[in-house]
Each structure stands twice: as structure tokens, then as C-alpha cells.
């Protein structure tokens, strides 16, 4: 089946710091989807990809959809304490309306 | 703007006692799934209903059940609590499959199985 992967797993960074997390599957995707989960939250949808090669940006945050549709990334410019949790990456699943879920990459910003 | 809700948010069960989690979406989502997330781990997918009426099973769906009641309710029951699905439980649902189909999440129920 489908398998996405996500790293790093972890970062600490210090505030103001920049922040990249990597997501990979093993099969062509028709759309991404990223969530941030915050500690002892739940997951909320943050944006969608959908064409090859796409960029969005949300503030201080830029997506990046690859052009094989295979990868994807999220960067975060100047980190700030509000930026920590778990951010994942999904893709559409084998069946279903399902998602599959990257493992997640959990932000720790240093004040 | 209730969303997804699920009861209840805490449970502490003995090995070996049943119980259901409840899940109900106002939002007239086709879609609903249950996932379960471990300490520092990702989200896996225990049972998903793709539309009313259907049920499939995820990723790990042993150890469970699950009822699709009605178009807004998809409960998910444990039988038999063993400490291994000490856990988080996330319901969530979604319209449609398709570009612009996000997921919503309800706010977690923690499972303790001692």
C-alpha cells in the first residue's frame, strides 16, 4: 500500500530560526495535504496542493508541491513559539475517501 | 460551529472491559473515519465509513468494531480493552474525495487500559 514519510522527526530550533519539514510517498499523489497538530490538540487542516510544482504561502509559512507529485515541503521562515507542535503531511489513500498520514515532524521552538 | 464531536474525551478502562466511543459530525459529511495516535506517533487508521451505510477496515482495525449508526454518527467499540490500544482516539470526517476535501478532526478521546 501507500506509504508516506515525513523527516526529520523531530527539530528544535531557537525563536527566529527557520524550519523545514520533507514529506515523500511512494507513489504518485493527486493532491497533499498538511495539518499542525499543537501539544494536546487535534490535527487541523492547514492547506491543500494540488497542481505539480506548486507553491503556497500562508505568512510565514511556504508549501511546496513537487513536480513529480511524489514530494513535498513545508517551510517556516523566523520561527516564532507559536509555530510548535506536530506538523503532518497526508495524501490520499489506497481506498476510500481515506488519508494516509505522514509520521509527523514535531516542531520545539527555544524561546 | 460544533463540528466533530466525540464523547467521551477521558476513559480509564480495566483489561478486559468493553466500551464505545461515540463520534457525530454536523457538517452532512459522506465520510467518517476513526484513527488512533500512539505517544510521538503518527495517526493510523483503524476503521473508516466511506459513505453511510459502509464500513472498511484501516490500518490496524484488530481489537475493534464499528457501527456507521446513521449519516452523522459512526461510533468505534472495544470489546475487550487490552493495554495496548492505551491510546488517543481521533474521529474525524470528510465531505467528498477530491481537490478542496480536507478532514476534520474531533478533539481526541485518551483511552487508558490498565
Known amino acids: 500500500g501507500q506509504q508516506v514519510m515525513q523527516i526529520p522527526q523531530y527539530q528544535h530550533v531557537q525563536e527566529g530560526e527557520d524550519f523545514t519539514t520533507y514529506c515523500n510517498s511512494s507513489?504518485?499523489?493527486?493532491?497533499i495535504q498538511w495539518y499542525k497538530q499543537r501539544p494536546g490538540g487535534h490535527p487541523v487542516f492547514l492547506i491543500q496542493l494540488v497542481k505539480s510544482g506548486e507553491v503556497k504561502k500562508q505568512k510565514r509559512l511556504t508549501f511546496q508541491f513537487g513536480e513529480a507529485k511524489k514530494n513535498s515541503s513545508l517551510h517556516i521562515t523566523a520561527t516564532q513559539t507559536t509555530d510548535v507542535g506536530t506538523y503532518f503531511c497526508?495524501?490520499?489513500?489506497?481506498?476510500?475517501?481515506?488519508?494516509?498520514f505522514g509520521g509527523g515532524t514535531r516542531l520545539m521552538v527555544k524561546p | 460551529n460544533a463540528g466533530v464531536t466525540q464523547t467521551p474525551k477521558f476513559q480509564v478502562l480495566k483489561t478486559g472491559q468493553s466500551m464505545t466511543l461515540q463520534c457525530a459530525q454536523d457538517?452532512?459529511?459522506?465520510?467518517m473515519y476513526w484513527y488512533r495516535q500512539d505517544p510521538g506517533m503518527g495517526l493510523r487508521l483503524i476503521y473508516y465509513s466511506a459513505s453511510e451505510g459502509t464500513t472498511d477496515k484501516g490500518e490496524v482495525p484488530n481489537g475493534y468494531n464499528v457501527s456507521r449508526l446513521n449519516k452523522r454518527e459512526f461510533s468505534l467499540r472495544l470489546e475487550s480493552a487490552a493495554p495496548s490500544q492505551t491510546s488517543v482516539y481521533f474521529c474525524a470526517s470528510t465531505a467528498i474525495r477530491g481537490p478542496g476535501n480536507t478532514i476534520y478532526f474531533g478533539e481526541g478521546s485518551w483511552l487508558t487500559v490498565v
Open positions: 507513489t504518485t499523489l493527486s493532491n
Open positions: 497526508a495524501g490520499p489513500g489506497d481506498a476510500g475517501n481515506m488519508l494516509t
Open positions: 457538517m452532512n459529511h459522506n465520510s
